[in-house]
Structure formats: structure tokens, C-alpha cells
């Protein structure tokens, strides 16, 4: 049986190869009702999948005993706590280990699943990943990435980082560049891709000096990294054709991930406004009703819910917290694709590739096949 991308993208990959994958399932707000129904929407279109869960066993067993598609594909780990929304970091890491969140960790750290999946506390979930996993070779700081929708012919670009640390200096931002492309590479099959640095303007001029010299770095890599840098990009760029991933800061990403995620539900919520206004407007949101529900599918973020931690010996997945089954099926189904294409290991080859300054160097004799 051959097994397909459900991300972006959609090139195939070979099989059959059982996958696991690692799931939290008590971190997120709708419960683990929510995250179980996600995963029996994933089980249905990837018959290859199995999910070690991690949580309440008593909660998790009749919720998954009622759902056909987990039959024989789910064992459950009984965690008694729970990481809170609120939990400090620093507290998970003395007090945690009992928590659902931990385990999801732990059985990746252990090769028991390929890819942990959480809709938990971010800062948590980051910290917990970089004590147990640990940072990759060559990688200062691991930074988050996720998929933006835009005119691109594959639909979506790459941007990065998007919340692991709001701070990042010009080594930084190039691990970011390395990395950015070769998430590209392997899940949207952009054999080159093309890499822009956020900024405040497009000309060289503009930006502080980290950005300056991030930007000096970057266009140096090019080529061990393969891909083309095409300079300094802006805001509006984000959606547009002209990049295929967007590097920047985590307190900048976050900022433009969140404000996008409000604009998107602010215009759905004026066009079902304005297709109530009228019997005329309504007529009209009947006779558009499936170009409509095709742009509104195209924009929904649950389709492309799920931000990677990039970086680590290991690979996470950070789910929406608000995440509904939707949701965490795109997450899951994310989870599975980047398994199969034994993307930290090609991440990892990208990264020893190309040396860069103030970070470890490791051998430089590994290539990225993709």
C-alpha cells in the first residue's frame, strides 16, 4: 500500500511502515474527547498509523473503545497530572514528570513513537522537549514553524520562528534559514526554496543590525543550503508568491501569527454578516455557496493547524490549544507525513552542512537525500 502526504504539498511516499505517533491527550482546551476524535479521523485516512496516548487511562479507554478506526491502533499510558495553561515552564521541569505531557516526550526520546503531538502549554512543551530530547548538533536555539497560507502554487509558505524564544540573533536566524528550507524541501517538494528575512522594509538599509548581519549570512549559505535568499521580505509578503519561507524572531512570528489568526476570524464574521443582511444577500450566499465554503476551507487554520519544533533530536508537534478534531487531525496527519519522510534526519544533514559561527560544528560529511 502506498501512503500519501495529507500536508501540503502531497507527494507520495512508499509503504507500508508502521508509524507511531506520540499523543498528549489531556493538554488541550476541549478535553481528550476532542483529541481522540481527531486521532479517528487521522486513523481513517492513514491505515499505516498507530498512537501511543498518553493521560487519564479511565477517561481515555471508553473514549477510545467507541471509536471503531483506533481498534487495535491505540495503547494507552496512564499519566495521573496534568500540564496546565498556566503552569510555568520552570515548574513542569521540577514537578512534571508524572504529567501527560512528559510521557508524550518521553516515549519519542525512547524510539517508542517517531513524533510527539501536544496541544498543551507551548512553554512547557518546549522546555520539557529540549531536556529530554535535547538540541540538535550545530542549533543554538529550535524555533517553530508552521504553515501560512499563500499564492504559491502549492498554497502555503513556511514561516519561522513563531514562538520558541523571542530572541534570535544573526547565527540564529541563519540556523532558522537552513532549516525553514529544508522543512520546505521535504513537506511542500520545493526543490530550491526560496528564503526571505522579515524586516521593515525590503531595502538593504533597513533593520538593526542583527537583521544586517543575518542577512549577510544567509545569502552566504545559499548554496550549501540550497536555496536562493531574496533578501529582506515585509509583512505583506508573508502570503504573497515571492518567498517560500519567511524567517524571523519568535517575538515577531508569534505577533504576525496571532494578529492573522484574529483578521481571518474578523472577516468570516463579516461575511456571515453580510450574507444575513438581505433575501437578496441571502440569495447570494446561496448561489456562491460552494466557491464560499472552497475559500473558507482554503483559509480555515484547522486545516493547517500544527507549529513543528525544529531543532531538537526529535520531532514535536505543537497543536492549537482551541484545537476541535479537525484541528488536531491536520496536527496528527502532519505528525505522520514528517515520519515518513524521515524529515530530522534530513534536518539534521541540512543543519551539519553548513557551519556556522558561535555554534558546535559537527561532521560536515552527512547529505540531505530529498
Same mark, same amino acid.
Given at each position: 500500500?502506498?501512503?500519501?502526504?495529507?500536508?501540503?504539498?502531497?507527494?507520495?511516499?512508499?509503504?507500508?511502515?508502521?508509524?507511531?505517533?506520540?499523543?498528549?491527550?489531556?493538554?488541550?482546551?476541549?478535553?481528550?474527547?476532542?483529541?481522540?476524535?481527531?486521532?479517528?479521523?487521522?486513523?481513517?485516512?492513514?491505515?499505516?498509523?498507530?498512537?501511543?496516548?498518553?493521560?487519564?487511562?479511565?477517561?481515555?479507554?471508553?473514549?477510545?473503545?467507541?471509536?471503531?478506526?483506533?481498534?487495535?491502533?491505540?495503547?494507552?499510558?496512564?499519566?495521573?497530572?496534568?500540564?496546565?495553561?498556566?503552569?510555568?515552564?520552570?515548574?513542569?521541569?521540577?514537578?512534571?514528570?508524572?504529567?501527560?505531557?512528559?510521557?508524550?516526550?518521553?516515549?519519542?526520546?525512547?524510539?517508542? @513513537?517517531?513524533?510527539?503531538?501536544?496541544?498543551?502549554?507551548?512553554?512547557?512543551?518546549?522546555?520539557?522537549?529540549?531536556?529530554?530530547?535535547?538540541?540538535?548538533?550545530?542549533?543554538?536555539?529550535?524555533?517553530?514553524?508552521?504553515?501560512?497560507?499563500?499564492?504559491?502554487?502549492?498554497?502555503?509558505?513556511?514561516?519561522?520562528?513563531?514562538?520558541?524564544?523571542?530572541?534570535?540573533?544573526?547565527?540564529?536566524?541563519?540556523?532558522?534559514?537552513?532549516?525553514?528550507?529544508?522543512?520546505?524541501?521535504?513537506?511542500?517538494?520545493?526543490?530550491?526554496?526560496?528564503?526571505?528575512?522579515?524586516?521593515?522594509?525590503?531595502?538593504?538599509?533597513?533593520?538593526?543590525?542583527?537583521?544586517?548581519?543575518?542577512?549577510?549570512?544567509?545569502?552566504?549559505?545559499?548554496? @550549501?543550503?540550497?536555496?536562493?535568499?531574496?533578501?529582506?521580505?515585509?509583512?505583506?509578503?508573508?502570503?504573497?508568491?515571492?518567498?517560500?519561507?519567511?524567517?524571523?524572531?519568535?517575538?515577531?512570528?508569534?505577533?504576525?501569527?496571532?494578529?492573522?489568526?484574529?483578521?481571518?476570524?474578523?472577516?468570516?464574521?463579516?461575511?456571515?454578516?453580510?450574507?444575513? @443582511?438581505?433575501?437578496?444577500?441571502?440569495?447570494?450566499?446561496?448561489?456562491?455557496?460552494?466557491?464560499?465554503?472552497?475559500?473558507?476551507?482554503?483559509?480555515?487554520?484547522?486545516?493547517?493547524?500544527?507549529?513543528?519544533?525544529?531543532?531538537?533530536?526529535?520531532?514535536?508537534?505543537?497543536?492549537?490549544?482551541?484545537?476541535?478534531?479537525?484541528?488536531?487531525?491536520?496536527?496528527?496527519?502532519?505528525?505522520?507525513?514528517?515520519?515518513?519522510?524521515?524529515?530530522?534526519?534530513?534536518?539534521?544533514?541540512?543543519?551539519?552542512?553548513?557551519?556556522?559561527?558561535?555554534?558546535?560544528?559537527?561532521?560536515?560529511?552527512?547529505?540531505?537525500?530529498?
Amino acid at each position: 500500500m502506498t501512503a500519501r502526504m495529507d500536508t501540503p504539498g502531497g507527494a507520495a511516499t512508499e509503504g507500508p511502515r508502521k508509524t507511531t505517533i506520540s499523543v498528549d491527550a489531556m493538554g488541550g482546551d476541549r478535553g481528550p474527547a476532542a483529541v481522540v476524535a481527531g486521532l479517528a479521523l487521522s486513523a481513517k485516512a492513514n491505515p499505516d498509523i498507530h498512537f501511543i496516548l498518553h493521560g487519564d487511562e479511565a477517561k481515555l479507554a471508553p473514549l477510545v473503545a467507541r471509536r471503531p478506526a483506533l481498534e487495535g491502533r491505540v495503547a494507552i499510558r496512564h499519566a495521573d497530572d496534568v500540564v496546565t495553561m498556566n503552569d510555568k515552564p520552570a515548574q513542569v521541569l521540577r514537578t512534571g514528570k508524572n504529567t501527560s505531557m512528559w510521557s508524550t516526550i518521553e516515549a519519542v526520546r525512547d524510539h517508542e @513513537a517517531d513524533v510527539a503531538v501536544s496541544c498543551g502549554n507551548t512553554g512547557a512543551l518546549m522546555v520539557i522537549s529540549m531536556m529530554r530530547l535535547r538540541k540538535m548538533a550545530g542549533v543554538n536555539r529550535p524555533a517553530i514553524a508552521c504553515y501560512w497560507p499563500s499564492k504559491n502554487p502549492a498554497g502555503f509558505n513556511v514561516m519561522l520562528d513563531v514562538g520558541a524564544d523571542v530572541r534570535a540573533d544573526a547565527t540564529d536566524l541563519l540556523q532558522y534559514a537552513l532549516m525553514g528550507a529544508s522543512y520546505a524541501r521535504n513537506s511542500l517538494g520545493l526543490e530550491r526554496p526560496r528564503v526571505g528575512l522579515l524586516n521593515v522594509g525590503t531595502e538593504e538599509h533597513k533593520g538593526g543590525s542583527e537583521i544586517k548581519a543575518a542577512a549577510e549570512l544567509i545569502a552566504a549559505a545559499t548554496e @550549501a543550503g540550497q536555496f536562493d535568499f531574496v533578501g529582506n521580505v515585509e509583512g505583506s509578503d508573508i502570503p504573497s508568491a515571492k518567498v517560500d519561507v519567511v524567517v524571523t524572531d519568535g517575538f515577531t512570528g508569534n505577533v504576525a501569527l496571532k494578529t492573522a489568526e484574529g483578521t481571518a476570524r474578523l472577516f468570516k464574521g463579516f461575511f456571515q454578516e453580510a450574507f444575513k @443582511a438581505s433575501i437578496p444577500a441571502r440569495l447570494g450566499a446561496l448561489l456562491a455557496y460552494r466557491q464560499m465554503k472552497a475559500l473558507m476551507t482554503r483559509t480555515d487554520p484547522r486545516h493547517v493547524n500544527g507549529g513543528v519544533f525544529l531543532g531538537l533530536n526529535g520531532t514535536v508537534v505543537k497543536s492549537h490549544g482551541g484545537a476541535d478534531a479537525t484541528g488536531i487531525a491536520a496536527a496528527v496527519n502532519l505528525a505522520f507525513d514528517l515520519a515518513r519522510h524521515n524529515f530530522n534526519d534530513r534536518l539534521a544533514a541540512r543543519v551539519a552542512s553548513v557551519a556556522t559561527p558561535g555554534a558546535e560544528a559537527p561532521g560536515a560529511s552527512a547529505e540531505e537525500t530529498s
